[in-house]
């Protein structure tokens, strides 16, 4: 069974920074397409940012220069390092795998709230 | 940037009814690229369809999905409690890789 648990989500000052991590268990995320989409509260889904099995890695242009995504394979865990957080970056961040074109499973979700 | 723009927004029915979801693209999407998801209360997104058509493991055949090229349709054959939630299609590209539409809610009359 393919279970993925976001932590690291809490409160943080604008400005601030926070590491999310996604712990996998039953695929390995080296292996996969591993994504962040966050839902901000009342509102829709909105793809963040994806790492490929090869490497690559593609981000939103609302996150691009600030989010940095990645994964530790001895762990098998994703992370997303979120650097000069903004208020417009609350909300709850989804951890998402599946063939390249959507997601398959998804993680209960960790929230981010960034506020003074 | 392709948008997606799901309609209604909201669909009110009532249980053993049909219902029929609308996902139209700014620019054509490969059917291939086209899913939809159900969001529940409190809870992450499930898949629904993939490849525009295809069930997920475990979806009853009540769902089904069609379309190609902009227009792109969810259909409910007949609603059962559980399906009052919210629904999205997501679709991908090259930039942004993924979107997903604005979500239509499907609520009970």
């Known amino acids: 069974e393919v279970q993925l648990v976001e932590s690291g989500g809490g409160l943080v000052q604008p400005g601030g920074s926070l590491r999310l991590s996604c712990a996998a268990s039953?695929?390995?995320?080296?292996?996969?397409?591993m994504s962040w989409v966050r839902q901000a509260p009342g509102m829709g889904l909105e793809w963040v940012s994806v790492?490929?099995?090869?490497?690559?890695?593609y981000y939103a242009d609302s996150v691009k220069g600030r989010f940095t995504i990645s994964r530790d394979n001895s762990k098998n865990i994703l992370y997303v390092q979120m650097n000069n957080l903004r208020t417009e970056d609350t909300a709850v961040y989804y951890c998402?795998?599946?063939?390249?074109?959507?997601?398959?499973?998804w993680g209960p979700g960790t929230r981010v709230t960034v506020s003074s | 940037e392709i948008v997606l723009t799901q309609s209604p927004g909201t669909l009110s029915l009532s249980p053993g009814e049909r219902a029929t979801l609308s996902c139209r693209a700014s620019?054509?999407?490969?059917?291939?690229?086209l899913a939809w998801y159900k969001q529940s209360p409190g809870q992450a997104p499930r898949l629904l369809i993939y490849?525009?058509?295809s069930r997920a493991t475990g979806i009853p055949d009540r769902f089904s999905g069609s379309g190609s090229g902009t227009d792109f349709t969810l259909t409910i054959s007949r609603l059962e409690p559980e399906d009052f939630a919210v629904y999205y299609c997501?679709?991908?590209?090259?930039?942004?890789?993924?979107?997903f539409g604005q979500g239509t809610k499907l609520e009970i009359k």
């Open positions: 039953g695929l390995t995320v080296s292996r996969n397409y």
């Open positions: 490849g525009a058509s």
């Open positions: 997501q679709q991908y590209g090259t930039s942004p890789r993924y979107t």
């Open positions: 998402a795998s599946g063939p390249r074109y959507y997601y398959d499973y």
């Open positions: 790492l490929y099995s090869d490497g690559s890695t």
């Open positions: 620019q054509s999407v490969s059917s291939s690229y």
